[in-house]
């Protein structure tokens, strides 16, 4: 049988297509004649408070932060050498896009990895950087939770580690 995940208020979560959050509470509440256990997420960035049912927070991918060697491992992707696709990039678009939504750390590294430039490049279209921005986001996000930092803080630890490879 697969481990319950339990939530408490205070917590720091992740949910995959807003990123970190913080669970407000946990209530009961009745919607359609049915009741439910909610979790409210509050997402500081976003401004936006999220309701989750308990019984879809595992289906919908909300889980707790990453540990540190979850991250440790993300941030040893950034080394790696970028894999470069030959495949048009709307396709690779939907890839990274999936990726990102996953709400994987590793998997948001690689997209980190795979689209970032040294410099701004002519070759680079706006979606491509804007996909980028919103990995490197996503990453600095939970990173920023899981170093006890601010987003800027860990944004800039994240580009120390891109520009040395």
């Known amino acids: 049988m697969a481990k319950e995940l339990s939530f408490a208020t205070g917590d720091i979560v992740v949910y995959p297509t807003h990123g970190v959050g913080k669970v407000l509470n946990i209530s009961r509440d009745t919607i359609a004649g049915q009741e439910l256990e909610l979790i409210a997420v509050h997402f500081d960035k976003d401004r936006m408070t999220l309701r989750v049912p308990m019984a879809k927070a595992k289906t919908s991918g909300l889980r707790k932060l990453s540990n540190k060697s979850i ?11 970028a894999k470069v696709k030959k495949m048009m990039w709307s396709r ?74």
């Open 92 to 165: 690779r678009q939907v890839e990274y896009e999936a990726k990102i939504n996953s709400g994987d750390p590793i998997a948001i590294a690689e997209v980190v990895r795979d689209l970032y430039r040294p410099t701004p490049s002519a070759e680079q279209s706006y979606s491509e950087r804007q996909i980028y921005e919103q990995a490197l986001d996503r990453l600095a996000n939970e990173l920023a939770a899981i170093d006890n930092t601010d987003c800027n803080a860990a944004t800039t630890k994240l580009n120390k580690i891109l520009s040395v490879v």
């Open 71 to 81: 991250m440790d491992t993300a941030l040893e992707t950034l080394k790696t050498k």
